[in-house]
């Protein structure tokens, strides 16, 4: 897999607050991609995408509660 590191400016976090961080993105060239982005705040967004072509998505506060975001997760149907 090869992944990638890079810094994003801030946005708004799953807290509500802006905030900026790093973003890693792995990718097996297969049809697994992994998605994540770490805010500074301690916030995390999770996106990963399978071989079966279905999506996982999450997000977690700084204080570890998850976050339910406008989004639902797409199972490839």
Known sequence: MTGTKTH???ETAPCGKKSGGE????????GLVIRDQFFDCGCRRIRHEYHDGSIHLS???????????????????
């Open 8 to 10: 994003f400016d801030p």
């Open 23 to 30: 973003r890693l993105v792995d990718d097996d060239g297969y």
């Open 59 to 77: 997000a977690i506060r700084h204080d570890g509660k998850r976050v339910k975001d406008a989004f639902q997760a797409d199972h490839g149907s």
